[in-house]
Structure formats: C-alpha cells, structure tokens
C-alpha cells in the first residue's frame, strides 16, 4: 500500500513538472488580468460612454469595463461637473463646453474601440473593481494605453485614486492643459457665455438646479436667443424646428 502511494505521488509530481514546463499556464478565459502586464483579449462590444464600455470575453461571458484613472466629462447635461475639470467655471459656458468634449470622447472610443479586439489589463496597485461592480481596467489598442491617450488629447481628466501609472498620468495630463488641449481649451474655444449678459439687453436667468434650460425658464425669445447662440449644437434644444429661433413662443 506504501509503494501505490509512493508512486501516485511521484506521477503527480511528474505531471506539476511538465505542467510548469509547458509555458503560460491554462487560465480561465472568464478571469481577467491580474498584472499590469499581463494582457487579455477582448471584444468591445458597445461604448456606453467616453469611459465606460460593455466587453466580452472569448468564452462568451460579458463584463463591464471602466477605465483605470481617467474621467471623462459626462454626457448628461445635468451631471456634467465643473469643478472637477480646473480652469472651466461652473456657468452655462463651461458646462456646455465639459458636455461637447464629454460628447467627443465618447464618440472617439466609438471609433476606436467598439467592435474591435483589445487588450485589457488590471492593476495590482489599484482595486478590482469600482462602486457600481464595473472591472477597473486599461485598455491597450494595437498596444497603446488608449487610457493615456485620453489625457493626452484632452478628452479626459486624471481620476485621483490609487494605480501604477498615477504620476505618469498626471504629467500626461499637465502637458495637455499646458498645450490647452481638448477640455482644456475652454477660454480659446467656448467664452463664457455669462461674460456677454451685460452688453444685451436682456438678463438672462441663471440655469436651473440640473443645469439644463429649456424655454419655460427664460421670460422673453431674447433670453432664449442670448443663450442658444452662445452654446454649441443646442444642447438645450431651445430651437426645436432647426430653424435658428430659440423658443419661438415666448414674447
């Protein structure tokens, strides 16, 4: 009986052997990485925001995904943050301009990432996963950090939390404000709308609690012009007929 599990034992030594000898071990196609430089294949299978996209593994199993130590400027009026974003006021000027820019890095992840086969990979120095189960991730395309790529082109701000490439990322970050790049750009591409009221005749209203006017809020058309030409793409929808005229009902 000694010498059967002397010779179970031996094979199974044999086998750890010749496992640890066949290069990188089987691993659960489901699991994503647990090393900055170790790498998974993945489908994006729809961009969800600048940050944020629903992936799939080759195994079929769907994740979501949120991408470590960057921030987008968000795409619903109301929650769009200036204060998050240095140098952009907290005005219907700057929250317009965070909304298009948020706007623009959701339709660069389109184009570069849905559909497409990427890598991705976790961070040990940093948590598994966020507040809303969502896996923290970088996303490497063509083996860029298309993270990186973000705050590089503006579209995006560092996350202050806790990563590998955190001082990395916030050189990326200055070099852009300092180019006044993408969101940072604010005082070259968007003035703020605010600083135009006292050379027009009408006091325009301060935006309502969500930020979002529609033409209930303002007392006369003139309002509602003032602000629908000094935003980009009406994203009020002030001019519902596409005609140029703000809230065409009002006196």
Known sequence: MGRVRLF???????????????????????????????????????VIDGDTMAIEY?????????????????????????AEFEGVPDTTGGRDHLFDWGERATALAVTELEGRHVEIAVDPASDRRGYFGRLLVYIYVDGENFNERLLADG?????????????????????????NVGVWSYEQSAPDSASHVSTTDDDVPPPPPDGDYDCSTFETQGQAQHVYEETTGDPHRLDQDGDGIACESLP
Do not use: M
């Open 155 to 179: 579209y995006a701000r560092t996350y202050d939390s806790q990563f590998s490439f955190r001082e990395q990322f916030r050189g990326t970050e200055q070099q852009a404000q300092d180019d």
């Open 8 to 46: 179970a034992l031996v094979g199974v030594l044999v086998i750890s052997v010749l496992a640890g000898c066949s290069g990188s071990p089987t691993l659960d196609p489901a699991s994503p990485a647990t090393d900055v430089s170790d790498t998974r294949t993945v489908t994006v299978t729809r």
């Open 58 to 82: 080759p195994n079929g199993t769907d994740d979501t995904v949120r991408l470590l130590g960057v921030d987008t400027p968000e795409t619903t009026l109301s929650r769009v943050s200036p």
